[in-house]
């Protein structure tokens, strides 16, 4: 059973061209002004490229990530949009040396987390998932895209901000005014640079290559590593970074990353004998695109700046280690969206918005820390410390022991907010992306999945906003959450389930669930002032 306390949406006033301008249309934009217009925002996003660019990244998309997609209602677009059928396989493959070197092992499993969210991970590039956003956006009324402007200005002011943006194949100009503006417009953010947000820089000192080409030989050259779709080569020379190749489709397109020596240009290197290099045997190819990049992890100092906020590539960015750019990015929109959504509604508390800074900062820095400099890290010891030349035995062993971990990055990748100011109780604090996964609810994880009784959807039934799990509880309790959400205007939906073994499975009796599906409250006892925990979990202070 569900109930709902419902809350009133509010409208633009003044006279502002949108509640918030979302500066940047790729995916971490788009996601961002659907969540927003789904919530009843109005919203303006100015996107520099009228056309999407084919140039494939961001492929590797996590569970969590298909979670959005089904909120945002667009789980079978995606699915059709990928040009790798599902039951192909997405998981990775790591090898030493070449690829077909004989030894490798798995990697990257996503399917071994899948008991613990409620959507199925993807595999496709970015512009195929640009490009389903782009159309499911251009369904909403109060979401209104500009392709083809660059922002030029921006001023912040106690009710609003303005920004002056440029048409980029004519002479227009306009200024559009917004109560909250979001850089999601990439690593060269000028939305961070307008608002003066300085970043962290962590240089690296490679020059990196991006490869695309055409290369039905290869495909059928690595048809041996069945179901495998990326694969990384820890090749001894470069100091533990990645040579890394991956499938873009079965019909031939790849994409490759790995360092070059300072000073690679186009003319002056073979790149068709450094790929048979990287492979361990030769091939026939055609290019497609050959780019250059600098290797480094930059992170903002702060994810928010008065009424301008960052996220995605403007917040963080990193070398492509593990798939976790783009879901990042996407994260930060959820976790967004329903906080400046919150705000324009009049139900958000003081401290809701500084809660986004507070939440997703220290979880790239764990990201980047925990996951990816690590990564680099181990293998430049193993590198350092193993060599089949001069000790094959040790070596072997190492190799081993390494293939029996060869998932733990996946399942150890478990981002949550435990330590926030939002969340009551939580333990093992403050937010990182190292954690575990479990059917305990815990404050502060995301939610697991489980089915309620009669079949019941848990996931549709949570809803867009606040949920309170009620588990064979109490109606007093029920009540008094449902008096504390109406008396403090939160909308919150109240499902009810008897069911002694899920109540088991999760731990908890009761299960405060947020819009994006992190739980900022557990409980068992009918002892509790929901009013105080109503208002800690939106931002406000407890009494």
Known sequence: MQRTVKTTRSKP?????????????????????????????????????AKVHHVPKGQNLTQRTGEHFRFWGVSKEIRNAAPIPHAYGSAGLTAYGTLLSGYSYDWFRRAEVRPYYFAD??????????????????????VNIHYGWSVTGLQQHDQNVTVEIAERTGPG??????????????????TRDLASIEQDIEPHDRRMVLLVFNSMELHALLELFSGKSYFSIINPKLNGYWQFLGRVDLKGTWFFHAPVPVGTTVENFDFEKFLHGVVGAEFALNF?????????????????????????????????YGGFGINTGLEDARNLAWKLAAQLQGWGGDALLDSYSSERLPVFRSTADDFIARMIGDDREFINQYNPKKDLASFEAAWTARAAGGNSDVTAYAPHYCGSPLVIGSQNGP???????????????????HEL?????????????????????????????????????????????????????????????RPDHFIAWVGNSESVDAFDIIRHVVGGQAS
């Open 121 to 142: 991970n993807e595999r496709l590039p970015q512009y195929a998932t640009e490009t389903v956003l782009r159309h499911r956006a251009s369904q909403l009324d109060n």
């Open 453 to 513: 009784p009669g079949k019941r959807d848990l996931f549709n039934e949570i809803g867009a906003d606040f949920a309170l799990i009620s588990l064979g509880g109490s109606k007093t309790v029920e009540q008094r959450f449902e008096k504390a959400a109406s008396q403090l205007n939160v909308p919150l939906a109240i499902i009810t389930a008897s069911d002694p073994e899920l109540e088991n499975t999760y731990g908890a009796k009761y299960i405060l669930v």
């Open 431 to 449: 937010p990182s992306a190292a954690g575990s996964h479990s059917f305990t609810a815990r404050a502060g994880q995301h939610l697991a999945p």
């Open 13 to 49: 006033t003044g006279q502002q061209d949108a509640q918030v301008l979302i500066v940047g249309g790729g995916p971490v934009g788009l996601g961002l002004a659907i969540d927003l217009g789904q919530r009843g925002i109005s919203v303006s996003v100015v996107e520099r490229h």
């Open 288 to 320: 497609e695109h050959v780019g250059f990049w600098d290797l480094r992890i930059a992170t903002a100092k702060t994810y928010c700046k008065g009424r301008v906020f960052i996220a995605g590539d403007a917040a963080h960015s990193h070398p492509p």
């Open 173 to 190: 100009q306009r200024r559009l005014s917004a109560q909250y503006v979001v850089g999601c417009d990439g690593s060269g953010s000028v």
